[in-house]
């Protein structure tokens, strides 16, 4: 990959992480807020339990989202960003940008998705 494609999915790499971390951040402070929230019945209680519940898997969601995006960051520094993880062959351009983070080419892809559905199937 070219340096110059190379930088373009880096910067949007960074700008991500930096969103994430922010978005993050507020997440944990909304789930503290209602968490010293002092509650007037158990139907109250139980609502703001299901929306703490929903807060940490949302941030789950988006540190999982982040884990991704260390690991792209990586391979850079190792230059094998834009190499599929499971073929090692070349991951599709118009796939790296929708997803700089994207780690399988859209045949590997195919093939872990459809392993996937046959093993819950199953
Ligand atoms: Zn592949």
Redesign the pocket.
Known sequence: MDTIKLRKYQERLLRRREQILTTVRHLEEESQEVAGKRHFDWLDQAWDENEIRLLDRLSDAYLREMGRIEMALGRMLAGTYGL??????P?EYRRLDIFPEIE??????DLRESFERASRAS
């Open positions: 599929c993880l499971a073929c090692h062959r991951i399988f080419c859209l045949g590997c892809q």
